[in-house]
C-alpha cells in the first residue's frame, strides 16, 4: 500500500512523500487461534518462491523509478525469526542483481520499555537512502525542482502498529526538512543527523512565525 504525505504551500507549491507498506512477500499463514501471536508458518519450499519474490521487487523498482529499501521491523527471534530469515536470504541474493537494500530492525526488542528514542538509530541508517532518493517538489507554476527516484518499503507481522510508527517517523523528519525549503522553520545545523524528538517538533511547529518561501538548491541540506 502507498502512502503520500503531500505538502501545498500558499504560493503553489507542492511536495511529495512516497512511502510503500506490504505484507513479506513469500507465501505464509499465520493461522488463529487462541495465542496471542499465532506462529506463522512459511507455505512451501523457499527456492519456489523466489520468482515471485523477484517479480514483486522488480515492479515495485520499476514503478517508482529507483532503489528499494526493504525495512523489515518483525522479530529476529521466537516465531516470526524463520520467516524473517528466509525474507533476508532472498533479499540478499537479489541484491546481487538489482539496487534492493534489506534492513532489519527488531521492534520489540530495541524499543522495549518504551525505549524509542532507538528508532532514533533507525533514522540514521535509512537516511542515506532518503537523501539519495529525494522527495518530489514542484514549483508554483509546474516545474519539477526535485524528484523522487526509489521507495523505502516498510514491513511488520499485520503491517499496521510498528510500520505505522516507523513511516509516521520518516515522514515527519522529511516533513520538517520540506518547512525549512519553504522557510517555515530554521534551517538546521548541517552537521547534525539526529531527528527532533516529538516534543521537540511539537515546540518548533507550535512557536515558528510564518516567514516569506525562499527555496534551498540542495533539499536534503536542510536535514
Request: glycine content about 8%; some cysteine; aromatic content about 6%.
Amino acid at each position: 500500500m502507498e502512502t503520500e504525505q503531500l505538502v501545498v504551500s500558499d504560493d503553489g507549491q507542492t511536495m511529495s512523500l512516497l512511502l510503500l507498506r506490504g505484507s513479506i512477500p513469500l507465501r505464509w499463514t499465520q493461522r488463529a487461534n487462541i495465542k496471542y501471536k499465532p506462529k506463522p508458518q512459511l507455505q512451501g519450499d523457499i527456492v519456489l518462491m523466489k520468482a515471485g519474490f523477484k517479480r514483486h521487487f522488480e515492479r515495485v523498482a520499476a514503478h517508482y523509478g529507483g532503489p528499494v529499501v526493504a525495512v523489515n521491523l518483525i522479530d529476529t527471534k521466537g516465531g516470526e525469526k524463520a520467516l524473517g530469515d528466509a525474507f533476508e536470504s532472498l533479499c540478499g541474493e537479489l541484491s546481487r542483481d538489482m539496487k534492493l537494500r534489506y534492513i532489519a530492525f527488531d521492534f520489540h526488542k530495541e524499543c522495549k520499555g518504551m525505549r524509542y528514542d532507538k528508532l532514533d538509530n533507525l533514522l540514521a541508517t535509512v537516511m542515506p537512502d532518503l537523501k539519495a532518493h529525494n522527495y518530489t517538489h514542484r514549483a508554483q507554476h509546474g516545474n519539477i525542482l526535485a524528484k523522487q527516484q526509489g521507495i523505502i518499503r516498510v514491513n511488520c507481522m499485520d503491517n499496521l502498529d510498528r510500520t505505522n510508527v516507523v513511516q509516521g517517523l520518516i515522514a515527519r523528519h522529511v516533513l520538517t526538512a520540506q518547512l525549512r525549503v519553504l522557510g517555515h522553520l530554521p534551517l538546521a545545523k548541517q552537521e547534525s543527523l539526529r531527528p527532533e524528538t516529538s516534543a521537540q517538533a511539537a515546540a518548533t511547529f507550535g512557536a515558528t512565525d510564518r516567514k516569506s518561501t525562499r527555496l534551498n538548491s540542495s533539499h536534503w541540506n536542510n536535514l
